[in-house]
């Protein structure tokens, strides 16, 4: 199904005009340098493609023969390739590397030759023939350019003196390399498209996925005899044409490119997604899962337009066509797949809608109206540092956001762990817990009433009572001291929220001579009296409670923090409280 979804999503972008994708046989690959030469053969210059300047130099992307999948042994590309293949230059000193490149550039010169045999008259492929007859390199090791090139290993091609296309894009280069695209006479039924087609043996490497081999990985491998069967080899354990292979492996690497619009990073699952056709959601999907690049801030306007839309039940009617999401990770040579979506736009659009409203939490003017996946995550990881987000995590929450299932139990306790580590809990842990609870209340089909958005002087469970009772104690506490630096929640949030009978005696006992230090200033307490009453009321007749189930010290994070928030607003208990003064 994923690899169909792709397969067709190639096929969508080589017909669409605006899109720049290589045809079938093809690839777009960075050549950093072009060897120009003369219809002879001769090396006339060294042409350099890059951009910018220093380190940052970029190469320009060119449409060339798809190339080899390359491991131990030595095969070459056709007509562009590293200097070993294209000159025959070794990597190193020794004799093996020297006999090394000399067989490299024989298999350039071999797979030149059975790709057009020796009566192709073009007159690109006769230079580049007698280019290499000659072997004669002197000139090009001479340029200025060489060093750079020798040290990078960059890839070269080839251009005809005073012709513009590359020799591997002349007209009649290009329509040999097509006619060679179609199937053999050794067919099988492709299992992805079901049309007969040459099986491909070895599939295309998969490139930028966060954390992969540079080189790249495959989803699909079979390299060793655990995963054989019938005595067959690699892919043809389950024969996928390579028409098929090409088109899903250009589409993933398409979408996987630097600087696609259709890709975000979720924890370390690199996420890609398209439409079965051209849709505005492609454009806007990751404005309301993805982290905006650094320096730039956040488009919330398109978040408010699909909660407006969603809450009225006015959505287009092109909204039923579907749409696709898939999560992929590194695992050792090969890319595990973390998650996949498929459906329409609109009930993806309602199931995203859902999670803001499940995530919305009364918040500071400086905090973000809305988080992204990659805050939430973040939020759960030591230091807050992305490479701690706990693996698999980034995954799991994606696909309760696509699903609309539930949260992981590992999101709510990785929030928790970070809240008594720190002793703080913040806007996006906050939002994280709340989250959690009221989907997983509505999932289980529990009628209590659960945590909301803010502060809920009705609500009676312990956990959340007593983190509203330690915001109030906490509160006193920095009434008596001007300008504290350190309160108890830096050295009692975690022991009130996993033993909280223990710590709350002790903090009342502290509450007792903080408000007796209050009124000795002269100022008035009894607001604070009031309210420390009226939550102490809410505390279960049985007493505070030894401990707290993972759900309640949930409970008692969200209670501390909207009862804090409260406090932040100017209400009118502390304008009485002046009045009393």
């Known amino acids: 199904m994923i690899l169909k979804s792709l397969s067709d999503h190639y096929e969508r972008m080589l017909n669409d005009p605006g899109c720049d994708v290589a045809p079938p046989g093809f690839e777009k690959k960075a050549i950093p340098f072009l060897l120009i030469i003369n219809k002879a053969g001769s090396f006339i210059n060294l042409r350099d493609t890059r951009l910018g300047e220093g380190k940052k130099k970029v190469a320009r992307e ?21 200097p070993q293949y294209v000159l025959g230059v070794s990597k190193g000193e020794e004799e093996k590397d020297r006999d090394r490149a000399a067989e490299s550039l024989s298999e350039f010169e071999k797979k030149l030759d059975e790709t057009f045999g020796s009566d192709f008259s073009d007159e690109g492929i006769v230079a580049v023939r007698n280019f290499l007859a000659k072997k004669d390199f002197t000139e090009i090791f001479k340029h200025v350019a060489w060093p750079e090139i020798k040290e990078n290993n960059s890839n070269l091609t080839f251009v005809l003196e005073g012709d513009e296309r590359l020799v591997s894009q002349r007209q009649q280069v290009l329509q040999t390399l097509m006619t060679k695209t179609h199937p053999s006479a050794s067919t099988q039924t492709c299992a992805i498209s079901g049309a007969d087609d040459t099986p491909a043996e070895l599939h295309t490497s998969i490139k930028g996925v966060w954390g992969a081999q540079s080189s790249g990985a495959n989803i699909v491998s079979f390299n060793l005899d655990a995963f054989r069967s019938f005595g067959k080899k690699q892919g043809l354990n389950a024969p996928v044409g390579k028409r098929t292979v090409f088109a899903y492996t250009t589409a993933l690497n398409t979408l996987l490119a630097k600087g696609s619009s259709q890709r975000i990073q979720v924890g370390d699952a690199s996420t890609v997604f398209w439409a079965s056709a051209t849709h505005p959601f492609e454009d806007d999907f990751s404005c309301f899962l993805g ?17 407006s839309s969603v809450r009225t039940g006015v959505l287009p009617a092109e909204d039923e066509m579907s749409f696709h999401v898939l999560g992929l990770a590194p695992n050792a040579s090969r890319i595990a797949i973390r998650f996949w979506y498929e459906g329409s736009i609109r009930d993806l659009k309602k199931k995203i809608a859902q999670h803001f409203e499940d995530m919305e ?7 973000r109206e809305f988080l992204s996946l990659f805050q939430l995550l973040v939020s759960t990881a030591a230091e807050g540092k ?7 995590l980034g995954g799991e929450i994606a696909r309760a956001v696509l699903s609309g299932g539930g949260y992981p139990r590992t999101l709510l306790a990785g929030a928790i762990r970070r809240c008594k580590a720190e002793q703080r809990i913040n806007h996006a842990r906050a939002a994280l817990i709340k989250g959690f609870l009221v989907r997983d209340s509505r999932l289980r089909g529990i009628t209590t009433k659960e ?18 009772l330690f ?36 903090l009342q006992d502290l509450a007792i001579h903080h408000l007796a230090k209050i009124r000795n200033s002269g100022k008035s307490t009894v607001w604070l009296d009031k309210l420390m ?28 923090y909207h009862q804090r928030q409260d406090f932040f607003n100017k209400n009118e208990n502390e304008t009485k409280e002046n009045n009393d003064e």
């Not at 945590?451 to 956990?463: F, Q």
């Not at 920095?478 to 949030?493: M, S, V």
């Open 533 to 560: 009453q009226e939550v102490m009321g809410k505390v279960p007749a049985s007493g505070v409670p030894v401990t707290l189930t993972l759900e309640d010290q949930g409970r008692f994070a969200v209670g501390y």
């Open 386 to 392: 992305a490479d701690n987000i706990p693996p698999n």
């Open 451 to 468: 945590v909301g958005m803010a502060l809920d002087k009705t609500i009676e469970n312990p956990g959340y009572v007593l983190g509203r």
């Open 361 to 367: 939490i009364v918040r500071a003017p400086h905090d």
């Open 471 to 506: 915001a109030v104690l906490e509160r006193i506490q920095e009434q008596a001291h001007a300008g504290l630096n350190k309160t108890i929640r830096d050295t009692y949030f975690s022991a009130a929220t996993s033993n909280p009978l223990v710590i709350f005696k002790r």
């Open 291 to 307: 982290e905006p690049p650094k320096g730039e801030e956040p488009d919330y306007g398109k978040i408010r337009a699909l909660l």
């Open 62 to 82: 060119f449409v060339v023969p798809q190339g080899e999948k390359k491991t131990s042994g030595i095969k070459s590309n056709l007509l562009w390739d590293s």
